[in-house]
């Protein structure tokens, strides 16, 4: 026997292990993994977050961050661009950013550095544990788990996926290649991402399930408010102008404009619900839901109106309210000498404030339970809200009241005083016109020119119409039961052919006719006439 001959290998011997091959994947593999481990890591925050009331999804609380970080020109954009949809379309918007960052994660972790993914992943993780610390409303430690463990999860997905481009591919004997190794990495990496987008699917749908049991859905639907004391008489129909297409003098809940800085609406039960005066007052009082309840309601028709609307804008509604006095709460409690300032306290965090001399000097601010007879809707503030006429919500109509806090304007700065607002914020005589609609066609001869106005705590006494550049001209106004609502008006116009356009403006009770100088929202709300261009043939 040679040399040669022992030195031969067996024909039958297996060959040896092939070395570790790592496969580059495609970009567009990248993307789709980056976007697989990005849907993991929410998925199980999310799931995490249906385990506990006081656990939030990484995405809302660094939204509320966002909110909160905007300054007020961005606040404006928002609500001029999208309406009340402003809030979709911020987290459509983070949604979008956040697609796009995992996007080049994956393309980074999975075609050059897979540390770098890593990093990348743990600095959003980071960024969710900043987010859930640091709420308005105070939080336990471990509100921060959801973004960590989910963080945690969303690496440990990207370093299996990781793994699977650098497995030693399984070779049958006498077998050498490359078309074989690259049909088991396309069968092992595929099977193995697409069951990470069904898994992140199938746990996300779980923890939004989950989450279903802290609504305050069903706490609602079992609220029976009772009689008010001071029940109100129906409205009568003379408080309606009788025009078509009119806004009505009522705003359904359903149609009534929402405007505030929770992503979510906040979901608070009655069983758990405690309402808190304290600061400078000479009791502590704290009320339950029943309690509240239990006390002597009243109801009142009252015009809210947001500083965020434009003149001629949509972002004022009208409805009955049906709660307790809050001037009667505080008188309880004992307002101290030199307090000037009342707090709401939202159990979100938010707080507004304004003048304890508004609250004191008789108009029908109320601590309110329901809205147009029935419980609260939730987004709305349910359980309890501030109502506060003649002020703009913004820093009074505290929606899901936890607090009422006596203090001094020097000692506390509300929200949105924060943010460039004003501090004090009474509601400026405005009017609008609702039909006809602006660059709207009508028929010449008789047309109805029709709208609402509002001085909330004095009341209108007039509407005056103009006509292209003639005299202004009284219009024929709806009546009202209070001095706290819009007033609806009408003008009958003899429309000539051709174009024309078409002012209003509102006198208030006390004879101060509505200011004609333009002015922008920020800081204390919008002034101005509405004025709308119409075309008669």
Known sequence: MTTQDVLAPETDAPPPDPPTSWHRPSRTFSVV?????????????????????????????????????????????AIDTFGTNDKLALLVGIGAFLAVYAAIVGVIALRHRLVAGVVGIGLFGVIGVWAAASRRSS????????????????????????RSLHRRPARRRGTAGTDTDRRQFLYRSGTLLGALVLGAAALGAVGRKLGQRFTAAESRAAVRLPTAGEPLAALPATVAVDV???TPFVTPNADFYRIDTALVAPQVRTSDYTLRIHGMVDHEIELSFDDLLARDLVERDITLTCVSNEVGGRYVGNARWLGTRLDDLLREAGVQSGADQVVGRSVDGFACGFPVADA???????????????????????PVRLVVPGLYGYVSATKWLTEIEVTTFAEFDHYWLRRGWAQKAPIKLMSRIDTPRGLA???????????????????????????????????????????????????????????????VRAIDADGAIQIEDRAEPIPDGASGLHQIVVIAK
């Open 33 to 77: 993994a980056g976007l697989a481990t990005a849907g993991v890591a929410l998925a199980v925050a999310e799931l995490l977050a249906g385990l506990n009331r006081t656990w939030r999804s990484p995405v809302l609380d660094v939204g509320d961050r966002l909110v909160d970080a905007a300054p007020p020109f961005v606040k404006e954009f």
């Open 139 to 162: 939080t336990p430690w471990h509100a921060v788990l959801p973004s960590v463990i989910g963080a945690a999860a969303g690496i440990g997905a990207l370093v299996l996926l990781h």
């Open 244 to 246: 078509p297409n009119m």
């Open 360 to 382: 004191m000097d008789g108009r029908d601010a109320l601590v309110v339970v329901g809205m147009n007879g029935e419980p609260l809707p939730i987004e709305h503030g349910f």
């Open 441 to 503: 066609t009508v028929t010449a001869g008789t047309v109805p020119i029709a709208g609402v106005a509002w001085a909330q705590t004095i009341g209108i006494g007039a509407v005056e119409v103009r006509i292209d550049d003639g005299e202004w001209q009284p219009a024929q106004l709806g009546e009202v039961t209070s001095k706290d609502t819009w007033r609806q008006w009408v003008l009958p116009w003899e429309a000539t052919a051709g174009r024309h356009s078409v002012t």
